[in-house]
């Protein structure tokens, strides 16, 4: 066999292999991050050490997981536990910064077997959002712990139509036709305004990031958020 040929198709052969292994580490390093995120579903859940991390979250959060600070501090209740998760662990490795929570969510706060026993429990939470009626032997304290999970966004001033329409084209398809979430997509009807507004122009900015959702919210202007916001604050009352 001619010697020259010979290196040349070992040229082409070396570089075909190149090419190859510097491809599948290409797609392996851009595979979904969503494979590496912790995944609640097979987790052996520990209701009393969920119950117990909450006690460091309800300093901010609440007790029952509703939030405060005029949603300073989100509503976490009742949130997908698998959301909850992977916002938990995107905090600790920083991929959603937030001053107040890079505090708690950290290894020696939360492991990550903590991370999923919180993640059920807040998701398992339930507010109400109306004040059940008593029954006549119902003592003043129960009134008050029951008061404590009443929780219901106070009415937003707006479009409320628009915010309708916007949502239905937009936004429904994933977070729920009624806006109280999806699978793991979480629910915008029951959270604070103040927050979603913040998270609306934080993804807006690129300051939190989810593809996905990039298309929908990048359009939106101020006036269309504020309708959103409208709608989204009384679509349960
Ligand atoms: C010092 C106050 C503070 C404490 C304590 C705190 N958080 Fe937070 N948390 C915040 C703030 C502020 C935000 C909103 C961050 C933002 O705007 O992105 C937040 C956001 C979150 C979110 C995102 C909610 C969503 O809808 O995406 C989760 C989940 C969360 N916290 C879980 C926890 C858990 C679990 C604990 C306890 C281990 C905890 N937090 C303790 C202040 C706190
Ligand atoms: C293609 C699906 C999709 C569409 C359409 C979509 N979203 Fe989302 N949205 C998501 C996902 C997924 C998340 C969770 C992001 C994450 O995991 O950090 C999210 C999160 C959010 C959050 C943060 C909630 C929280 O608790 O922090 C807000 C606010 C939001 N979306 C608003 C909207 C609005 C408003 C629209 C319509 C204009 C919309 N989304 C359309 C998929 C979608």
Aim: proline residues 5%; aromatic residues 8%; contains cysteine.
């Amino acid at each position: 066999m001619n010697p020259p040929f010979c290196r040349f198709q070992s040229l082409i052969l070396t570089t075909y292999l190149v090419a190859v292994v510097f491809l599948v580490v290409v797609v392996l390093t851009a595979l979904p991050a969503a494979a590496q995120y912790p995944n609640p579903k097979s987790h052996d859940y520990d209701p009393d050490n969920g119950e117990e991390i909450n006690e460091l979250c309800a300093g901010c959060h609440g007790e029952f997981g509703q939030g405060g600070g005029d949603g300073e501090y989100p509503r976490l209740a009742g949130l997908p536990a698998k959301y909850l998760a992977k916002q938990l662990h995107q905090f600790k490795i920083q991929e959603r910064n937030s001053v107040a929570m890079s505090m708690y969510a950290t290894d020696r706060e939360i492991s990550a077997t903590d991370l999923l026993d919180i993640s059920i429990y807040l998701s398992e939470l339930e507010l109400l959002t109306i004040m059940p009626d008593f029954a006549a032997d119902t003592s003043s304290l129960e009134k008050l712990q029951i008061a404590r999970r009443v929780f219901n966004v106070a009415r937003h001033d707006g479009d409320v139509e628009r915010g309708r329409d916007i949502y239905a084209t937009q936004c429904a398809k994933c977070h729920g036709k009624d806006g109280l979430g999806k699978g793991s997509m979480p629910q915008l009807v029951g959270q604070y305004t103040d927050y979603l507004r913040i998270q609306i122009e934080d993804f807006q900015t690129g300051k939190r990031i989810n593809e996905p959702m990039k298309k929908y919210i990048q359009p939106l202007t101020a006036a269309d958020i504020e309708a959103l916001l409208a709608f989204l604050s009384v679509a349960d009352d």
